[in-house]
């Protein structure tokens, strides 16, 4: 198969977008919106967070986007006892060359799958750190670039909670979503039987793309035009967060960049050249609601933060011309 050209046009993007998507969802069903929000945060440069219960499908969902795009995977099972360097690597003394040499950890993968992030110690889940933001890893003072394109999908259990450490709003603070993949509906869940009954259809399914065309569509993605009205209406939303008495913490100026840049892929998703008002509202509740805190009193009350976004979404004024 010749090497597929990165898109040009945010026509081509549309269409190889599409063509991704529609390569997943044969193994994911029912779960299209899911699925291209997931894609969306590997467009925006972002990292993803899935917290569902058991058996909905997280870890089938990162293992099937790095086998649609053509990229390398790499799978980090956290576990209380796992140690920093099981994640980035480790050098060891090559006796036959009398040096060290670096052996690359798991996080050496274009998309990279951190199972049940929160049951490792906040010393391992910390490893991750450099990676997310600098896309790179320092190990004895020698700094190692990421294979690109980059992508960590992590997963937690949230109802679960004996043995596991609570993500740090830091940490949280560098994941561009999070999403919950949720229950599949009758339909879709009989299709699961069809599908995964005798064979898995992740062994079925073909690289549809490559590092190559994902970097293009990245960059394509870079350049799709957002209106000074639009920055007003997603900086006043984000700041919003920081005003409101039903939280004790609201988004950081980062918060503001990944609504941008999750809004720039959704759009090119759409074969737009430029974001519209609809998709910041329609990502806001997946992009902000985890780097919030909310107060005593409105988790009493039965609200969630995603309840919050919502009210302020619908309160915050939308720009007529974008």
């Given at each position: 198969?010749?090497?597929?050209?990165?898109?040009?046009?945010?026509?081509d993007?549309?269409?190889?977008?599409?063509?991704?998507?529609?390569?997943?969802?044969?193994?994911?069903?029912?779960?299209?919106?899911?699925?291209?929000?997931?894609?969306?945060?590997?467009?925006?440069?972002?990292?993803?967070?899935?917290?569902?219960?058991?058996?909905?499908?997280?870890?089938?969902?990162?293992?099937?986007?790095?086998?649609?795009?053509?990229?390398?995977?790499?799978?980090?099972?956290?576990?209380?006892?796992?140690?920093?360097?099981?994640?980035?690597?480790?050098?060891?003394?090559?006796?036959?060359?009398?040096?060290?040499?670096?052996?690359?950890?798991?996080?050496?993968?274009?998309?990279?799958?951190?199972?049940?992030?929160?049951?490792?110690?906040?010393?391992?889940?910390?490893?991750?750190l450099?990676?997310?933001?600098?896309?790179q890893?320092?190990?004895?003072?020698?700094?190692?670039?990421?294979?690109?394109?980059?992508?960590?999908?992590?997963?937690?259990?949230?109802?679960?909670?004996?043995?596991?450490?609570?993500?740090?709003?830091?940490?949280?603070?560098?994941?561009?979503?999070?999403?919950?993949?949720?229950?599949?509906?009758?339909q879709?869940?009989?299709?699961?039987?069809?599908?995964?009954?005798?064979?898995?259809?992740?062994?079925?399914?073909?690289?549809?793309?490559?590092?190559?065309?994902?970097?293009?569509?990245?960059?394509?993605?870079?350049?799709?035009?957002?209106?000074?009205?639009?920055?007003?209406?997603?900086?006043?939303?984000?700041?919003?967060?920081r005003?409101?008495?039903?939280?004790?913490?609201?988004?950081?100026?980062?918060?503001?960049?990944?609504?941008?840049?999750?809004?720039?892929?959704?759009?090119?998703?759409?074969?737009?050249?430029?974001?519209?008002?609809?998709?910041?509202?329609?990502?806001?509740?997946?992009?902000?609601?985890?780097?919030?805190?909310?107060?005593?009193?409105?988790?009493?009350?039965?609200?969630?933060?995603?309840d919050?976004?919502?009210?302020?979404?619908?309160?915050?004024?939308?720009?007529?011309?974008?």
């Amino acid at each position: 198969m010749p090497p597929r050209k990165p898109a040009r046009t945010n026509g081509d993007f549309a269409t190889a977008f599409e063509r991704i998507q529609s390569t997943l969802e044969q193994v994911v069903q029912g779960k299209s919106e899911q699925i291209r929000l997931a894609f969306v945060c590997l467009i925006a440069e972002g990292h993803l967070l899935i917290e569902d219960v058991p058996g909905v499908g997280k870890t089938l969902l990162a293992k099937a986007i790095a086998k649609a795009i053509g990229c390398s995977s790499g799978r980090i099972q956290f576990t209380p006892d796992l140690l920093p360097t099981d994640i980035t690597g480790v050098s060891v003394f090559d006796q036959e060359h009398s040096d060290f040499e670096f052996r690359p950890g798991p996080v050496f993968a274009n998309i990279v799958l951190g199972d049940e992030i929160n049951r490792a110690s906040p010393k391992t889940q910390s490893a991750l750190l450099e990676a997310m933001e600098e896309r790179q890893i320092t190990v004895d003072g020698v700094t190692h670039k990421l294979p690109e394109p980059f992508l960590v999908i992590a997963t937690q259990n949230p109802v679960e909670h004996e043995g596991t450490y609570p993500l740090p709003v830091a940490q949280l603070d560098r994941f561009l979503m999070r999403l919950s993949i949720g229950y599949p509906n009758a339909q879709s869940e009989l299709e699961v039987l069809h599908r995964h009954g005798q064979h898995s259809a992740l062994d079925e399914i073909e690289a549809v793309s490559n590092a190559r065309q994902i970097l293009g569509m990245i960059e394509l993605a870079r350049q799709v035009h957002v209106a000074e009205t639009l920055n007003s209406y997603i900086v006043e939303l984000v700041s919003s967060t920081r005003e409101t008495a039903e939280l004790t913490l609201g988004a950081s100026p980062r918060a503001s960049l990944a609504l941008l840049r999750a809004a720039r892929a959704f759009a090119a998703s759409e074969g737009r050249e430029y974001v519209i008002p609809d998709d910041v509202k329609a990502l806001a509740p997946s992009v902000l609601a985890h780097r919030l805190m909310i107060a005593p009193e409105t988790e009493m009350s039965g609200r969630s933060a995603d309840d919050v976004i919502e009210d302020l979404v619908g309160s915050v004024a939308v720009p007529i011309r974008g």
